[in-house]
């Protein structure tokens, strides 16, 4: 006699290009079943490898996108035109939704109740969690095979959440120019993409050029790899407001904890973490902060509030700091940074604080670079931020 079953669609995060082309509804895994193939399996069929090998496969029971905070600007003066519509230049009547964040998660089937709230760093969008110039699975995914909701979130003004009402004047970092006073001229750089691709593969540890790796690297080998890794790289269209940010991640943490009922891991990445420290923090159960560019004075709102909170920190850095290159002024940068960390933390335990400094060269893990969660060895640095979760009840 045959056996009739169902084979339920495994949804993989390297597939959400598909999977979100209609996005803003959320996908069950009901729906999911519905339109699952059916086949006949007879009794003597040996199970096929996929089948016994569940361990590996990533069940997602509900997936989504959505908008957290932002503001609806005060309408244009004067009346709206229905009948011009778009053709009236002067947008008379009409206002403007901007200044959200742009979430897009995932939620496993078997979840663990500890969310995860993924936020980029400068010239960065969520894609650099979802994974890596040489195509693996980034931390996005290895923490949702943990029973880890995926909360992947682009920042105000930049990626999916680019609508702002005033184009950025800050034209060091960015591309774009504001409105110039009368004595001032329009940089020569400000109407294109400000090159950039030599200065911030040396500011991010990979190598002094890229075509010299650090020794050792864990950045992926080969010309693609590097290609994939420097096209992930988008600008702000609105200049960066640490208060804006923040207000719009308060928006996401309270949604989140609406949705899922728990609180969140917050994990940041560089510039990413300093909205960590600035945000609120009673839905917010830890804070993973890789490679901060800053962190709170001890004597600062942002300090004794996460101190009250009795917020758990854990900081990690990679490798170059400590040996890095001399010659290169990036060394030295990197080395105050990570000084000024290592302060924060003795000060934060001292204060009866939770916080650790995790230098991954000192635990045997070498070759990493600023972008240590996209790197060859990302699977060992995850298991290395899970076991910091389960010592911390939070797996």
């Known amino acids: 006699m ?48 996929a089948e016994t090998e569940d361990v590996n496969l990533l069940r997602i029971a509900q997936q989504g996108i959505f908008s957290s ?59 650099c969690w979802m994974t890596t110039p040489d195509g693996r699975e980034g931390f996005s995914t290895l923490f949702l095979k943990n029973g880890h909701s995926a909360f992947l979130v682009d920042q105000p003004r930049r990626g999916e959440a680019g609508a702002t009402g005033t184009i950025s004047d800050d034209t060091e970092f960015d591309m774009w120019y504001g409105e110039l006073g009368e004595d001032e001229e329009k940089p020569e750089t400000a109407t294109k993409y400000q090159p950039g691709d030599q200065a911030w593969y040396t500011y991010f540890r990979i190598g002094k050029t890229p075509e010299e790796t650090n020794p050792k690297s864990q950045f992926p080998e080969g010309e693609e ?57 009673d839905n917010i159960s830890a804070i993973v902060a890789i490679e901060p560019l800053a962190v709170p004075k001890s004597n600062s709102v942002q300090y004794k509030k996460l101190l009250e909170a009795n917020i758990p920190i854990v900081i990690y850095f990679g490798d170059y700091i400590e040996e ?17 960390a290592i302060a ?12 650790t400094v995790v230098d991954l060269p000192g635990e045997g893990i070498k070759g990493n670079s600023h972008f240590l969660f996209q790197e060859k060895n990302n699977e060992k640095i995850a298991d290395l931020i899970e076991k910091w979760f389960g010592e911390h009840g939070l797996n």
């Open 2 to 49: 045959k056996k009739i079953r169902k084979i339920a669609v495994l949804l993989s995060v390297l597939m959400l290009s598909a999977a979100f082309t209609a996005c803003n509804e959320s996908t069950s895994a009901e729906n999911t079943e519905e339109t699952a193939e059916t086949e006949e399996v007879t009794e003597t069929e040996a199970p096929t490898e």
């Open 69 to 127: 905070g932002g503001i609806v600007t005060t309408p244009v003066e004067g009346d709206y035109n229905p009948e011009k519509s778009w053709q009236d230049t002067s947008r008379a009547g009409n206002t403007a939704h901007v200044d959200h964040a742009n979430v897009l998660y995932q939620i496993p089937a078997e979840d663990n109740g500890n969310p995860i709230i993924y936020l980029h760093g400068y010239r960065q969008s969520r894609m």
């Open 225 to 281: 790899a590097l290609n994939q890794f420097l096209r992930q790289a988008t600008p702000n269209t609105g200049s960066y407001d640490k208060a804006v940010v923040s207000k719009a991640l308060g928006e996401v943490i309270n949604d989140v904890n609406t949705l899922t009922g728990n609180k969140s891991i917050f994990m940041a990445h560089a510039q990413g973490c300093s909205t960590a420290w600035d945000m609120p923090v």
């Open 324 to 340: 890095g290159d001399e010659e290169l002024k990036s060394t030295e940068y990197w080395q105050d940074i990570r000084e000024s």
């Open 344 to 355: 924060f933390a003795e000060q934060y335990q001292e204060d009866g604080g939770d916080c």
